[in-house]
Structure formats: structure tokens, C-alpha cells
């Protein structure tokens, strides 16, 4: 289980606010890139707002539990199913691509000792920001994710396991 000092209690998404924007400073401020049409979006950017909720999340919310009511989400008054659009889905799978880029980043961190994390390179998103040190994790072949020191590094390539 990773562990940002605390574990992240079970609830609603203002208590996984507080406990990721005290342990990661910068965590809102991280913008993912959508290397195919070369969109790009900070997904946790209204969490810098008091009471701030992403709007993707918002809208998947209300889709999940209001699916065919009515109602106005940024200015937009429609049946909530409507609002379910690539847009949306895409900020989405960003606000995931980055969650998942820390939850590894974490488990390394925490194992005190060298981790080795087979996984694909995303062939959609990529990011940089002081975590990842400007590092490529562009290509199509095998990441291999090892913490050493506090820092995070990241091998891509072809490789035999």
C-alpha cells in the first residue's frame, strides 16, 4: 500500500483534497499532455479553489447518480447524460494518467530500497514536472521505474523478462 505519511481516508473527494495538496505542493499545477491532438490540461487545477471540484468529476458524478435530470454545470443547463462528451473524458483519463504516475512514484519512495515497476508507457498522455525531471516517457516500449536516493528514474526500451 503506498502512503503519502497518512493513509488517504475513505471518503469524499475534499478529503483526498486535503490529504494530496498538503504532501504534494505542486500537484494541482502539473499539466498533462494528450500527445495526439496535443491537448493539454492541468485535470486537478480547480482544487487551487476553496471547495474547488474538477468539473470532470463533477460531471461524472452526476451522470452516475442523475443520469437524466436537469441541471447546469459551467454555465450549461442540460440533462446531466449529455455533458458525457470526449472532452470530459479525456480530462478525465489525465486526472487518472497522473494519479497513477505518483501512486508509483510513492511506492518507490516508500520501499526505502531500489523498485523495479514494469509498465507500458502511456501512448496517450505524457507529463513534465520537477518529479519527473523533464524525463521521456514517450515511446511505446516497456518503462521501467526505479527510485534510488530520492530521485525517480525512468529506463524505456525493449526489455527481457
Not at 503519502?4 to 483534497?17: A, C, Q, T, V
Not at 498533462?32 to 487545477?45: A, D, G, H, Q, V
Not at 502511456?122 to 530520492?150: M, P, Q, Y
Request: one cysteine or more; proline letters at 3%.
Amino acid at each position: 500500500m503506498w502512503s503519502l505519511g497518512e493513509s488517504i481516508p475513505k471518503g469524499n473527494i475534499h478529503k483526498y483534497k486535503k490529504c494530496i495538496t498538503e504532501n504534494i505542493k505542486d500537484f494541482c499545477d502539473i499539466r498533462i499532455n494528450e500527445k495526439l491532438s496535443r491537448i493539454n490540461s492541468c485535470p486537478w487545477e480547480e482544487w487551487k479553489i476553496e471547495n474547488g471540484v474538477p468539473t470532470w468529476w463533477t460531471i461524472y458524478n452526476k451522470i452516475k447518480h442523475h443520469r437524466i435530470s436537469v441541471g447546469t454545470i459551467s454555465g450549461t443547463k442540460q440533462e446531466y447524460y449529455k455533458f458525457a462528451n470526449l472532452k470530459y473524458t479525456l480530462l478525465s483519463l489525465m486526472g487518472l494518467y497522473q494519479l497513477m504516475l505518483y501512486s508509483y512514484y510513492f511506492i518507490a519512495k516508500n520501499e526505502g530500497s531500489e523498485l523495479l515497476v514494469p509498465l507500458p508507457s502511456s501512448r496517450l498522455f505524457d507529463t513534465k514536472s520537477s518529479v519527473w525531471k523533464e524525463l521521456d516517457k514517450g515511446s511505446n516500449d516497456i518503462s521501467i521505474f526505479n527510485e534510488s536516493d530520492g530521485t525517480l528514474h525512468i529506463y524505456t526500451g525493449k526489455f527481457d523478462y
